[in-house]
């Protein structure tokens, strides 16, 4: 008996470097709704966050610039930090598991630069001196407001809406990298 052979669509073997397991269909479209909401999420509290810089900024009595700066305290703990951590992961897992990589391509890099400064900066600046603020106007003192507070969402919501057409426009094409 003859040997028959099957017609079957193999892909030649790559040579380089070995591929980085890529995530199944499933969990890449729930890792990256997982993505996308925590990114709005934390790019909504930016947003929540100036306004209130704004708000305290402009009230005439301590009290409302108390709490105020208390509700801005509580949202930069409570909310900033989780959304920013679970977007920062979220991002980096989709980086590792999609073929996007996570130096592979410009935009994710820079992005990926972006989002750890938008966590680490406003966390060294932004929050001491909300911590200041508040016990400032508690005190009954109508100072002046630190700059930070103000500086700090002003520059968080511009990062984040910067990373956010990153994600959508993908400028700048391939880096020299390779890595994932």
Same mark, same amino acid.
């Given at each position: 008996?003859?040997?028959?052979?099957?017609?079957?669509?193999?892909?030649?073997?790559?040579?380089?470097?070995?591929?980085?397991?890529?995530?199944?269909?499933?969990?890449?479209?729930?890792?990256?709704?997982?993505?996308?909401?925590?990114?709005?999420?934390? @790019?909504? *509290? /930016?947003?929540?966050?100036?306004? $209130?810089?704004?708000?305290?900024? %402009?009230?005439? !009595? +301590?009290?409302?610039? &108390?709490?105020?700066?208390?509700?801005?305290?509580?949202?930069?703990?409570?909310?900033?930090?989780?959304?920013?951590?679970?977007?920062?992961?979220?991002?980096?897992?989709?980086?590792?598991?999609?073929?996007?990589?996570?130096?592979?391509?410009?935009?994710?890099?820079?992005?990926?630069? @972006?989002? *750890? /400064?938008?966590?680490?900066?406003? $966390?060294?600046?932004?929050?001491? %001196?909300?911590? !200041? +603020?508040?016990?400032? &106007?508690?005190?009954?003192?109508?100072?002046?407001?630190?700059?930070?507070?103000?500086?700090?969402?002003?520059?968080?919501?511009?990062?984040?809406?910067?990373?956010?057409?990153?994600?959508?426009?993908?400028?700048?094409?391939?880096?020299?990298?390779?890595?994932?």
């Amino acid at each position: 008996m003859p040997a028959t052979a099957t017609a079957t669509a193999t892909r030649p073997a790559r040579t380089g470097r070995p591929q980085a397991p890529r995530l199944p269909r499933n969990a890449r479209r729930f890792l990256l709704t997982a993505h996308v909401v925590t990114s709005v999420g934390w @790019l909504g *509290v /930016a947003y929540a966050l100036l306004v $209130m810089a704004l708000s305290a900024q %402009a009230a005439d !009595d +301590a009290g409302t610039r &108390a709490a105020t700066y208390s509700l801005m305290l509580s949202f930069d703990t409570a909310a900033m930090l989780p959304l920013g951590l679970a977007a920062l992961v979220t991002g980096v897992i989709l980086g590792l598991g999609t073929h996007w990589g996570v130096l592979r391509h410009w935009w994710v890099a820079v992005k990926l630069v @972006l989002n *750890v /400064a938008v966590l680490v900066v406003p $966390m060294l600046t932004r929050h001491p %001196a909300l911590v !200041d +603020a508040v016990d400032t &106007a508690r005190a009954g003192l109508l100072t002046a407001p630190d700059g930070r507070v103000l500086d700090g969402s002003i520059a968080s919501v511009i990062v984040l809406t910067a990373a956010t057409v990153l994600s959508v426009y993908k400028p700048w094409g391939k880096t020299r990298a390779r890595c994932n």
